[in-house]
């Protein structure tokens, strides 16, 4: 027995006119059915891999993140590394001016310009190069 569909009904028929029940859709469930059911559960976890593979490498801690944040770590251990070279460096001159008194002298004389009695500086400037 065969259900009445819009294609073999006559246009004529009384139940043409009538509105058509909704037909339920009978589920085989032979091998088709496994095979449908097997493609969309394979076709999900695909999707869902994506989204993590995606999120994993480009998320908010993803390997790109990471890489970025082992960049910036190794900057800044360097620029400390310099800052305690340049700190110990400056301890040490801070330990000798306070003491030896000619250190202290010459600083002072280097930086402040202070000349002793009798003493005459003599600055030499370079001429900037005329053209050629």
Do not use: H
Request: charged fraction near 35%; hydrophobic fraction near 35%.
């Amino acid at each position: 027995m065969t259900l009445p569909t819009a294609t073999n009904l006559p246009d004529d028929s009384p139940d043409a006119a009538q509105p058509r029940a909704r037909v339920r859709r009978r589920v085989s469930k032979g091998p088709e059915a496994r095979e449908r059911k097997k493609r969309r559960w394979t076709y999900g976890l695909m999707a869902m891999s994506t989204v993590l593979m995606v999120n994993a490498l480009m998320g908010e801690k993803g390997y790109l993140a990471n890489m970025q944040a082992r960049q910036e770590y190794q900057k800044v251990s360097e620029s400390l590394r310099r800052l305690n070279i340049d700190n110990d460096d400056l301890i040490d001159e801070a330990r000798r001016l306070r003491s030896n008194p000619l250190a202290l002298e010459d600083e002072a004389r280097r930086q402040l310009g202070l000349i002793k009695p009798g003493e005459t500086i003599i600055t030499v400037r370079d001429r900037p190069l005329a053209p050629r």
